[in-house]
């Protein structure tokens, strides 16, 4: 009992830090849009995860205007970034959050729908309440998710902070490439996000 109330605690503090317009402590999130420059990422046609994520983080950034909220964009050009380049850099930033945002890809082209990961490490607790932020900001939307998932990904399990992995819908299912390929949505996409910030 003892422990759910610390862990009740921790997210309360975390996401209060964020969403109290009075609290004078900036937060810095950083927006990791995945690929990039030689890797595509997933690919159906000629369109690829990395313009995709791309340009729903420069969405993100354009649609979040809480001041006490910076978003740092990782990449902002079609530059290859290796893991290892994106863990130093988000480091050096000394973020409170970090999104990384992703496509998917499936044979099976019936699935669709937002994923969003976490790892099992230190920040699993206020990374977990970000997760079921995002999820539920689409799931208040009626748009397809699943369970918040853990993830053994290289970047979620390295940076010194809280973080998540978003792949955002999948490139093989047509509903969900009205959102993905569409500046329409494409804003959808990032205001949500942005909505679980608040």
């Known amino acids: 009992m003892k422990?759910?109330?610390?862990?009740?605690?921790l997210c309360f503090s975390f996401s209060y830090a964020?969403?109290?317009?009075?609290?004078?402590?900036?937060?810095?999130?950083?927006?990791?849009?995945g690929h990039g420059g030689k890797d595509g990422g997933a690919q159906l046609n000629s369109i690829l995860e990395k313009q995709i994520v791309a340009d729903v983080s420069l969405q993100l950034?354009?649609?979040?205007?809480?001041?006490n909220?910076?978003?740092?964009?990782?990449?902002?050009?079609?530059?290859?970034?290796s893991l290892q380049d994106r863990v130093s850099r988000i480091k050096t930033l000394s973020p409170d959050l970090v999104i990384s945002l992703h496509a998917n890809y499936s044979q099976d082209r019936d699935r669709n729908g937002v994923e969003v990961f976490v790892a099992d490490n230190n920040f699993t607790v206020r990374s977990s309440y970000f997760g079921t932020k995002i999820l539920e900001s689409f799931k208040q939307k009626d748009f397809q998710t699943?369970?918040?998932?853990?993830?053994?990904?290289?970047?979620?399990?390295?940076?010194?902070?809280?973080?998540?992995?978003?792949e955002l819908g999948f490139l093989s299912n047509a509903e969900d490439m009205k959102y993905l390929n569409s500046e329409f949505g494409q804003k959808f996409l990032a205001k949500q996000i942005v909505s679980s910030l608040n």
């Open 3 to 9: 422990l759910i109330c610390v862990l009740m605690c």
């Open 18 to 33: 964020i969403a109290d317009p009075t609290n004078p402590k900036k937060i810095k999130v950083v927006i990791d849009a």
């Open 61 to 67: 950034k354009a649609l979040c205007s809480d001041k």
């Open 69 to 81: 909220i910076e978003i740092i964009l990782l990449r902002t050009e079609d530059e290859f970034i």
């Open 146 to 166: 699943a369970t918040l998932q853990s993830a053994n990904f290289y970047l979620l399990k390295n940076v010194d902070c809280p973080a998540v992995t978003i």
